[in-house]
Each structure stands twice: as C-alpha cells, then as structure tokens.
C-alpha cells in the first residue's frame, strides 16, 4: 500500500477483555515498530521487529502485551485481560533500512484503544 | 539509555512570524540521528527534518530549519513564515544504536492568525 495502515481506528474494550491491533506496514519495508501514546506524551518504544523476527520487546510493558509478524509482512498486538491503564493510541511505523540507525519511521494513524 | 528533552509544553506565534523549538538530548553515543516529527490532530507522524549527527551543516527543508550544537547536545528547530497548516504536536526524536526512535514529550504549535 501507500503507507502504513492501522485498524481499527478505535476500539473501545471492557476491562479483561482481549484485543488485537493490527499493523499493515509499507509493501518491502523490513522494520517494523510498534509504540504507546498516552494522552498529552510522546510515543513510547513497545517492540520492534525485522522482517518476522521480534529483535526487541524491551518495550512491552507487561505479559499480557504480545506482537507477533510471522511473515515478515502485517503485524498484530495483542493485548490480553485490558487494564484502564492500557488506554493509549497505538502507533505501528515501518522502516526500510535493515541498520537500525539509518532511516526515516514511516507512521500509521494509530488505533486509540480506551479501556472502560 | 538515551533520553529527549521539550522544554516548551506549548509554544504560540503569530502567522508569517518565526518561531524555534528546543529540544535536547543525552547520549553516549557519537553516531546517530535526530529528527523532527509533526503530528496533527489526526495523530499520523509526518517527519519534518533529518539530522544526521556526523555532518557539521545544519540540515534545511524548505521554511524549516535546525540549530544543531552536538557539543551541547541541542537540536532546535525554526520554522519560518508560520502558517496555519504548522499548527500540530511537534516531535524531536534521536535514532541511535538501540532500536526505533525516543521522542520527547512534545510541544503544541499554536498559530494565531
């Protein structure tokens, strides 16, 4: 496609509900990452992948957070038993360049979850 | 780890004046990039400006301009002739060897018409 899709858009959960993000990535970009906006901050680092390697998930901020990209395409977060806290835009950007210094990240619109 | 620091939370100008936007960092690292990124109300991340930390010559595109000072750190960026479309969240980011980009907080471009 011609940039980075998202869906959804939005998605309002119960808390302890599952939910799923998903990441369609520029066609040929090998990097992908995934990152949490709250309300009034900067993105923050979730997870990064290379092709369908998860090379870093450092970021996750708990295990009930889990990303997955297994052909090295569209990637999905998943977010298993949602806490109020997990309320955030979720930001997925792709990344031509194998070197991890190289590069401009290349962004979604995001998916705003709200947890009630 | 590398941290990005916005110290303005909310800056304002008025259309077709000058407006600057500080941004510092802390890294041990002696290769890296900064960015600026823009994010409208419509939340997607528009880069604004590249910086890459081995060149000396300030980078430029178009009304956009950075005050890069690697000694201290500092990665300011201008925005000249304002206009209403500038309004937005801006951004600054460094890209070193870990992976992915650290953003700071974000200052909120007011343009007064």
């Known amino acids: 496609g011609a940039g980075v899709s998202q869906s959804p858009r939005y998605k309002v959960a119960k808390r302890g509900q599952d939910v799923a993000l998903r990441c369609d990535p520029i066609?040929?970009?090998?990097?992908l990452f995934w990152y949490q906006q709250a309300l009034g901050q900067g993105p923050e680092f979730l997870t990064y992948?290379?092709?369908?390697?998860?090379?870093?998930k450092s970021g996750l901020p708990s295990d009930r957070f889990f990303a997955e990209r297994p052909e090295g395409s569209v990637s999905t977060l998943k977010i298993q038993r949602t806490q109020q806290e997990d309320s955030a835009v979720y930001l997925c950007?792709?990344?031509?360049?194998?070197?991890?210094?190289?590069?401009?990240?290349?962004f979604g619109e995001g998916s705003r979850l709200t947890v009630l | 780890a590398q941290t990005v620091t916005q110290s303005q939370p909310e800056m304002s100008v008025q259309e077709a004046e000058t407006v600057t936007l500080s941004c510092t960092y802390d890294?041990?690292?002696?290769?890296?990039?900064l960015f600026w990124y823009k994010q409208p109300p419509s939340r997607q991340m528009i880069l604004v400006i590249r910086q890459e930390a081995y060149k000396q010559q300030n980078a430029t595109e178009n009304r956009f301009s950075v005050n890069f000072q690697k000694a201290a750190k500092s990665f300011s960026l201008k925005i000249s002739d304002s206009q209403l479309g500038d309004a937005a969240m801006y951004f600054c980011a460094y890209r070193g060897g870990a992976d992915g980009l650290t953003f700071g907080k974000g200052t909120h471009l007011i343009i007064q018409p």
């Open positions: 950007a792709s990344s031509l360049e194998y070197s991890r210094r190289r590069g401009e990240l290349f």
């Open positions: 890294t041990s690292e002696s290769d890296y990039y």
């Open positions: 992948f290379q092709n369908e390697a998860q090379l870093d």
């Open positions: 066609s040929g970009h090998v990097s």
